[in-house]
């Protein structure tokens, strides 16, 4: 039986595609970016990335939440999109460390507006980092994050698996909601 490819959702646009599997990229920098790529928008060896699971999410659905003291899928997309910043302040050269209210922003208006703008808010931080992540020699991959004990090496392939996590975590919530 052929394998159905993915649908791409109507309201996705992305400034780069991933690339094939069976290309290797020519640089770690380029490397991770596509990984971040796919762990964002599609493409992923693990299952559905973070924007095809939030394909056909609306307001009500992103802001739900149906298991207590856990995240909504909106505060889940909210606190990807810090840590993307998060990660372009410490590629700029500055420290970074969200917490509280900072780390997983509160929602304080759920309309379908401001849900569409959460969604583009979070793609365009994303992509942000993807380019600056493109643009990085491999030698500035060793160097130190400011403020921390690792390189960038190390904290790029974490934010990749982060958002890997929440992805998850937002594919269980969609499901506990729409059943």
Known sequence: MPRMQPKSPSWQTRESKP???????????????DQLQR???????????????LEDVDAI????????????????LLHVAVW??????????SKCQPTGDANFPRVTRPTEAAWRKAVSDAKRTHDKLVRTVSGLSDE???DRVPGKRYNFY??????????????GQMAILKKAVMR
């Open 19 to 33: 690339m094939p599997a069976r290309i290797q990229p020519a640089t770690e920098s380029a490397g991770i970016a």
């Open 61 to 76: 659905t992103a802001a739900a939440k149906p298991i207590e003291n856990v995240h909504s899928i909106w505060e889940l």
């Open 140 to 142: 500035r991959l060793r």
């Open 84 to 93: 993307d910043g998060a990660a372009l302040t410490r590629l700029a050269g």
């Open 39 to 53: 762990a964002f928008y599609g493409s992923a060896w693990h299952g559905p990335a973070a924007m095809e699971i």
């Open 154 to 167: 190390h904290m790029l392939h974490g934010i990749t698996q982060h958002e890997v996590y929440h992805a």
